[in-house]
């Protein structure tokens, strides 16, 4: 059974740092591309960052140059390292898989989610 389960949420002041993880299980990551979407208070879920199979990354323009995804296929593990956090970044963020090795069409399975607040 695929599951994908984020951690690593938390309270932050602007201009700080978090480090979301997703463990992945139920299937080989080595074939498939993963990524991390948000849904901001108010606002439709919308997607964030992108990692194919290979490694190649892609960012949303709200974000880039402050986040940076990675992946640990032996580990099964994708992480999402936020630097510069800003309070519009608050929202709910959810490590998702896409049935494809390139972050193309939609995410075919999701995380619970985890919630990340920034404020003063």
């Known amino acids: 059974q695929v599951q994908l389960v984020e951690s690593g949420g938390g309270s932050v002041q602007p201009g700080g740092s978090l480090k979301l993880s997703c463990a992945a299980s139920?299937?080989?990551?080595?074939?498939?591309?993963m990524g991390w979407h948000r849904q901001r208070p108010g606002k439709e879920r919308e997607w964030v960052a992108g990692?194919?199979?290979?490694?190649?990354?892609t960012y949303s323009d709200s974000v880039k140059g402050r986040f940076t995804i990675s992946r640990d296929n032996g580990k099964k593990t994708m992480d999402l390292q936020m630097n510069n956090l800003e309070p519009e970044d608050t929202a709910v963020y959810y490590c998702?898989?896409?049935?494809?090795?390139?972050?193309?069409?939609?995410?075919?399975?999701w995380g619970q989610g985890t919630q990340v607040t920034v404020s003063p």
């Open positions: 998702a898989r896409y049935y494809s090795a390139t972050v193309t069409g939609r995410p075919d399975y």
């Open positions: 139920g299937f080989s990551p080595t074939s498939y591309a």
């Open positions: 990692i194919a199979s290979n490694s190649v990354t």
